[in-house]
C-alpha cells in the first residue's frame, strides 16, 4: 500500500524535523499538521513543514501514517480519542519513554499503533527548531513490535530506514531502564548543574569563565520543563534507580577526594575514560 | 624588548596548540621544547610544533619568554628548579588551579613568573591533539598580577591578545572557586556519569543508545587522569565545596520525583533555563 497523507501530530522540533526529513525521501507525500499552539501552526505552514492544517484529530485519522510528535502525557491522551482506524492506518509516537504509553494504548487500536523513541533531539524546541538531519543516522528504538499490526510493523520499517535510521528492536521495559540511564538521568544533571552555579552570589562572573566542557554538560538543561516533567513523570522507577546509582559515583568520587585517596580516583577516573572504547 | 626565542615545557595539547598559534601571529619565534615523554619529545619535533628539543630546564631558561603547559603539580615542581633567571625572562604558567601555584613561586623569581589559566582545552591529550585554534576568541584568566614584573605583565598581556583572548583579571583564590564551579566539579560529575552507567550489567546495550546529550556530557570523562587527579588535590577545599552544591541540587530534584511535586520540578527545570540567559 502507498503511503500518501502523513499527519504530524505536535510541529515543534520533531515533528517539524520529521517532516523535512521525509520530504527528501519521497516528493509524493502529503503532510498535515496539527498542534494545540496556533503560533506554532502557522510558523510550520509559512516554514514549509507541513501542506495543510487541521484542527481536530478527527481530520487527521484519515492518514495514512499519523506520527504523534507531543509530550509523552499527550501521546497517552491522544491515543484514547483515536478510536475506530482504518486497519491499514498506521500511527508511531516517538515518545521519549515506552511502557506507559504501551499499556494505554486502547485494545481495538494496538495493532495500528508502532511505538518508537528516535534517539536524537537537541536542546531547542518549536517549528523554528525543525532541521532535515536530526535523524539520518541515528538510532530508533522499536518497541514491543509484535504487538503491531504486519503492514503497521513494515510501514516503520521502511519509513525508519528511509531516514536511514539504525533500527533497534526493544521491550518497553528494557527501554525505559535503558533510556533513564543514557538520556533522562543525564538530562536531570544537566538542570542541576545549571542551578547549583546560578545558586552561587557570583553566578555571572563563574558562567563567564565558561569553556567547551561546561558549555557541553549545561547545554540540555535549556531542555523545555514541560516536556521533561512528563517524562520524569512516566519514568519516575527508572529515573530514580539512574540517579541513585549516579549519586553513589559522585559519593565515592568524593570521599576520595576528601580522604585524599589519589591512587584510587585516578584509577577511577581512569575507567571511566574506557567509556569511550564502546562510545566512540 | 623583542621576544625571540619561546621555551614550551610539556608538549601536549595545551603546549602544542600555543606554539601553533603563536606561530600564526608572528614569524620571528624559535620555539625551544622540553618534555619528560620521549615519544612527545619526537612527535613535537616531527609535527612542527617545536624548532628544537632540550632536554633540562637549565637549556631552557635562557628563553625570552618560558611557557609551562605541565599538570598543576609538575608546575610547583618545576617552579623550584627555576632559580637565577634573566630579569627580563617571563615565565607563564597555564595550569588549571592558580593559588597553590602562586604561593608556590620561590620569592626571587615570583616577578618573573606570570600565573594564567587559558579556558580552554579538548578531551584529547599529547602533541597529535594540538589544533591551533584552541585559544583564540577564549577568556585567559591572569592571576595576582600584582605579583608579575612590568615588563612580564606587559610581555604576557601581548602575547594572549595577539592570540585574539579575552583577559580577565582575578586573585588566584577567587579563581579557584570560579574554576571548581566552572570546570572541575563538571569533571567529576563527569567521570561519574561514564563510571555509573558502566557498572550497568548491560552497559554496552545502554550505550548503544547514546545520542547528543549523552556524547557532550560524558565527553570529559575522556580527559587524562594524571592531569586531573594533580587538579583535585590542589583544588580540593573548593572542589568538594561545588561537589556538595551539585549533590545538593540534585538531591532536590530526586526528593521532588520521589514525592510527586511535578509542579515544582517544571519550576526548578524553568530556573535551570535561564542560565542560558547568562551563557549564550
Redesign the interface.
Known sequence: MQIKTIGIVGLGLMGGSLSLALKQTSNDFYFIGLDHNDAHCEQALSLGLVDELVYTLDEIKSCDVIFLSIPVDGIIAVAQELHSLNPYCTVIDLGSTKEKISLSIPKDIRSNFVTAHP????EKFGPTAAVSHLYKD??V?LCNMELSGKHQQATAKKLFENLDMNL?YMDAKEHDR??A???HM???????????????E??????????????????????S??M??DI??QN?KN??E?????????????HM??N?E?HT????????????D??D
Chains 1, 2 share one sequence.
Not at 543525564?186 to 552561587?200: C, D, G, I, T
Not at 539512574?242 to 568524593?254: D, G, P, Q, T, V
Request: include cysteine; proline fraction near 2%.
Open positions: 534517539m536524537t533531539g537537541t541515528q538510532t528504538v533497534v535503558h533510556a540511564f543514557i538520556s543525564p538530562h536531570a544533571l544537566s538542570y542541576a548543574l545549571a542551578n547549583s552555579v546560578m545558586e552561587q557570583d553566578s555571572e562572573n563563574i558562567v563567564a569563565l565558561a569553556a567547551g566542557g561546561f558549555k557541553d554538560m549545561s547545554r540540555i538543561a535549556k531542555s520543563p514541560d521533561w516533567e520524569f513523570r519516575k529515573l530514580l539512574a540517579i541513585y546509582s549516579f549519586e553513589n559515583e559522585l559519593k565515592k568520587c568524593r577526594v576528601e585524599e589519589w580516583l585516578n584509577a577511577w577516573m581512569e575507567n571511566a575514560n574506557t567509556l569511550h564502546i562510545l
